[in-house]
């Protein structure tokens, strides 16, 4: 790191005002974002990004699964740029953090680099990926994945929403089809900041979290087909329920996951009763299943151990019990001289640092199998995200955004 370079430090009221100003778009009664993804909250977050990147001077790009893309010109425009950014779509109990404090700082260090007047060797390109949440449209991280040739662009544009939209559809619906196809935008590398979404930094009083792994993820699909019948006049043993049997699923997996743990974990996150009533014996149920692990032996043994719990329950309780595996993303292991340059720049400038493993999934686990990628970790407070409460200190998510630029300026180089 150069030593001007080093004095350099991003805005901290800036990227603050930054982040209190997009939290208005979609803010909840409990101080938390709800802005699904291709809904009317992320159009109007959307709009509000792309007028900030052109006004900071970036060539903005859409492409056609709606990522954003804008673009910094570097002194040697024959290399592809080095890529930052995250997510703007939030949980529908989402917080004012996750992914957006990874977007913003990305726009925080194009303002400091133009406000100082640093032009890099090789181009910048500030990422908004579309649908990193994966709540409204699975699987989560859609679009990066489309990126790097996980899914087709057809595949991604025929996905649903549980009221049957499509994404082709909802991109419509708000205007951000792009016109670029998806990949046209290359990139020489990755740096995504983001909350830690779990204790460790917190727990440690450690600002910097270097990231140099992520879980693995499963995504089941379940039904379960028992039979409807009468809650009064049913005798207790003719019961085919598919509430009670989901009630000892749950908790199969739970015992599962805590068998397997300390690095396994298991959610079931969604359930739905078809035609819920009062006084009817639950006949049928829809529900998903996340589990994850750092370690791909140990999802390969969740997996067969659900399974074989699963059988177990359906046939003693006599219901039909499919459980379809929807998405699998095997755990990640970072570029190690990305993750080394975020080591050594979180110690250069002073910051408290360990390597850490992400338990959520992120955009930049996608990209690192196609190109080199890093992230960097600050804490939140107790370790909550996906969730209304979720906070973040404004010094530690300044201390983030500065780790993040000094590791894009090291990437890309300071033109002499
Ligand atoms: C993304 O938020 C995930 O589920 O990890
Ligand atoms: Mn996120
Ligand atoms: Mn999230």
């Known amino acids: 790191m150069s030593k001007i370079a080093s004095n350099l430090q991003i805005d901290s009221a800036r990227l603050w005002d930054t982040i209190h100003e997009t939290a208005k778009f979609g803010a909840t009664a409990k101080g938390g974002v709800r802005r699904l993804t291709l809904g009317p909250e992320d159009k109007q977050v959307r709009d509000w990004f792309r007028n900030a990147c052109e006004a900071a001077g970036l060539d903005v790009q859409v492409d056609a699964l709606g990522s954003m ?15 930052l950014g995250s997510h703007l779509d939030t949980q529908p109990t989402g917080g004012k953090f996750d992914g957006v404090l990874g977007t913003l700082a990305a726009l925080e260090v194009v303002r400091t680099l133009n406000d100082a007047g640093i032009e890099t060797e090789i181009p910048i390109c500030i990422v908004n990926w579309t649908n990193e949440e994966g709540s409204r449209f699975a699987p989560a991280m859609m679009a990066s994945a489309a990126y790097v040739g996980d899914f087709t662009t057809e595949n991604i544009l025929s996905r649903r929403d549980a009221e049957g939209v499509t994404v082709a559809e909802a991109l419509d619906g708000i205007g951000y089809r792009g016109a670029s196809p998806v990949g046209t935008q290359k990139f020489s590398g990755f740096v995504e900041l983001h909350i830690e979404q779990g204790p460790i930094l917190e727990a ?83 529900f998903t299943m996340d589990c994850r692990s750092a370690d791909a032996a140990i999802m390969d043994a969740l997996d067969a151990d659900l399974r074989a719990a699963i059988a177990e329950i359906a046939a003693r309780r006599k219901v039909d019990v499919t459980l379809d595996l929807v998405w699998r ?15 050594n720049v979180a110690g250069a400038l002073g910051y408290s640092h360990r390597r850490i493993t992400s338990g959520a999934g992120h955009d930049s686990c996608n990209l690192n199998t196609i190109m080199p990628a890093a992230m960097v970790f600050v804490p939140c407070k107790d370790g909550v995200s996906h969730n209304e409460l979720e906070d973040a ?24």
């Open 329 to 343: 993303k095997p755990p990640t292991h970072f570029d190690a001289k990305f993750v080394d340059t975020v080591e």
């Open 204 to 286: 440690e009083a450690k600002t910097i979290g270097v990231v140099d792994s992520g879980q693995g993820v499963l995504w089941y699909d379940g039904k379960i087909t028992g039979f409807e019948s009468h809650a009064g006049s049913t005798p207790m043993r003719l019961r085919r329920d598919a509430l009670a049997t989901l009630s000892e699923i749950v908790l199969a997996m739970e015992r599962i996951a805590t068998t397997h743990g300390p690095n396994a974990v298991g959610t079931v996150g969604e359930a739905v009763i078809a035609n819920p009533s009062r006084n009817v014996i639950p006949g049928e149920i829809a």
């Open 393 to 416: 200190t404004q010094a530690d998510c300044t201390a983030g955004a500065n780790v993040l630029m000094h590791t894009v300026l090291a990437l890309a180089g300071v033109a002499s």
């Open 69 to 83: 893309f804008g673009l910094r010109k570097g002194r040697d425009m024959t290399k592809p740029p080095v890529g």
